[in-house]
């Protein structure tokens, strides 16, 4: 069955550092998310994305997070300017069609530690 | 962002019992999904809903869109040992995001 892969598994960044986390979505799918889970706490949206531009962003999505998608495949997210309170599993998920229409499918996620 | 309220928060039970659990929220959803999460990985479909009053099975677990369009509800019939983990439901209220319930964790006692 097609999956969302998520790479690194692991990041390790000091804070001040730039990082970019990397996508590849379901191959036909069109709509792209990502989200967050601090650990023990709940997933949070950050952001869609459709047609080369995002079409949702939350709160949490500020001028430190942008997102891309520089080929027919990868998605990414960058984060810059790390802080420690950006620790965090980050997940990428895919739908066929938008929200309401399609369920999302999950990576495995990149753990992200900033020290 | 939206509150989507999930009980209980965790849930300790023999293997074999019947498992319920629901997520309530404040606002109407278009969409509910249910999710599994193991630790370390990512949340796992199980079940998505697209009708108010909709049924829908999957194996062993049930799920239903409540007719109000605010809650949701999910059933696991005789629990095994790998149902463990973390049971979350995510409700689409409007445009193309999905918000996440607080989770209802489930321990299965052999």
């Known amino acids: 069955e097609p999956e969302v892969t998520q790479t690194p598994s692991h990041q390790v960044t000091q804070m001040g550092q730039e990082v970019i986390l990397r996508c590849v979505p379901i191959s036909n799918h069109l709509y792209f998310y990502w989200y967050r889970q601090i650990l023990g706490q709940k997933v949070e949206f950050l952001v869609s994305f459709y047609n080369n531009e995002i079409s949702e962003k939350s709160e949490i999505f500020d001028d430190q997070f942008s997102v891309e998608r520089p080929d027919g495949s990868n998605f990414t997210l960058k984060i810059r300017s790390t802080k420690l309170e950006d620790s965090a599993m980050y997940f990428c998920?895919?739908?066929?069609?938008?929200?309401?229409?399609?369920?999302?499918?999950f990576g495995n996620g990149t753990r992200l530690t900033v020290t | 962002g939206q509150q989507l309220n999930q009980s209980p928060q965790s849930m300790f039970i023999q293997e074999g019992e019947d498992v319920s659990m629901n997520c309530t929220s404040s606002s109407i959803f278009n969409t509910w999904l249910w999710y599994k999460q193991d630790p370390g990985e990512g949340p796992v479909l199980l079940i998505a809903?697209?009708?108010?009053?909709e049924l829908t099975s999957n194996g062993r677990l049930t799920a239903q869109f409540g007719i109000t369009r605010k809650d949701s509800f999910l059933n696991i019939s005789a629990s095994i040992p790998s149902d463990v983990g973390i049971y979350f439901c995510?409700?689409?209220?409007?445009?193309?995001?999905?918000?996440f319930g607080t989770g209802t964790s489930l321990t299965v006692i052999p």
């Open positions: 998920a895919s739908s066929q069609q938008g929200a309401g229409n399609s369920p999302l499918h």
């Open positions: 809903l697209y009708k108010a009053g």
């Open positions: 995510a409700g689409h209220p409007s445009r193309n995001q999905f918000y």
